[in-house]
């Protein structure tokens, strides 16, 4: 294959990546991702800190969701 048709696959993925999250935002509540807290994850956080957005401990619940 050419440079010039693998250049246009890798553009054509990379806009479809564009939309989709495009259409997310659109079809979201208020425009927004939800998220939540990484230090639920164990293996994000193996030393159990705090999350660094909302404060929230491994052991609590997001309080950003609140």
Avoid at 20 to 39: M, Q, R, Y
Avoid at 59 to 66: L, V
Wanted: hydrophobic share 40%; glycine share 10%.
């Amino acid at each position: 294959m050419s440079f010039i048709t693998i250049f246009s696959i890798t553009i054509i993925m990379i806009a479809f990546v564009f939309v989709g999250i495009g259409i997310k935002i659109l079809i979201k509540k208020n425009g927004k991702f939800s998220g939540s807290c990484a230090s639920q994850s164990p293996f994000l956080n193996k030393e159990g800190e705090a999350c660094g957005i909302c404060g929230a401990t491994p052991e609590e619940k997001c309080k950003k969701e609140d």
